[in-house]
């Protein structure tokens, strides 16, 4: 039987393995990232990096974990802050990290919300 500790290490584990998988099939290009999104009704703001950020609105639709917080600050990764402070994180896959330029550059226009975030 696996000790708290040890239960909580697999957790985290699973939660990081979670994120980079919903990552990945996203999709092979930035246009396919693009064509998940909005196949899932997900749209953000330009150049933000918490809740309003289109990635970070996926990701906290798709995964199951008690999280406090989701962020791209370090821009070449995605980090989940846990309710108790313990951090995981999971490295953005290339066509991720094109798209979010693009997105941020104003290519995708059908993927933002209003004016207003909302």
Excluded: W
């Excluded at 990096?49 to 289109?54: A, G, K």
Aim: aromatic share 6%; with cysteine.
């Amino acid at each position: 039987m696996a000790t708290l500790v040890e239960q909580t290490e697999m957790a985290t584990l699973m939660d990081a393995a979670q994120m980079a998988k919903v990552l990945e099939v996203l999709g092979c290009t930035p246009d396919d990232v693009a064509s998940s999104l909005q196949a899932s009704g997900v749209r953000g703001v330009r150049n933000t990096v918490r809740f309003l950020n289109p990635i970070v609105r996926y990701v906290q639709e798709r995964i199951r974990v008690g999280a406090h917080s989701l962020d791209l600050i370090q821009g070449d990764r995605l980090r989940l802050t846990m309710g108790n402070g313990r951090k995981v994180e999971a490295f953005i896959p290339e066509p991720v990290r094109l798209f979010l330029d693009a997105f941020h550059g104003g290519r995708y226009p059908e993927l933002e919300l209003p004016g207003d975030g909302l």
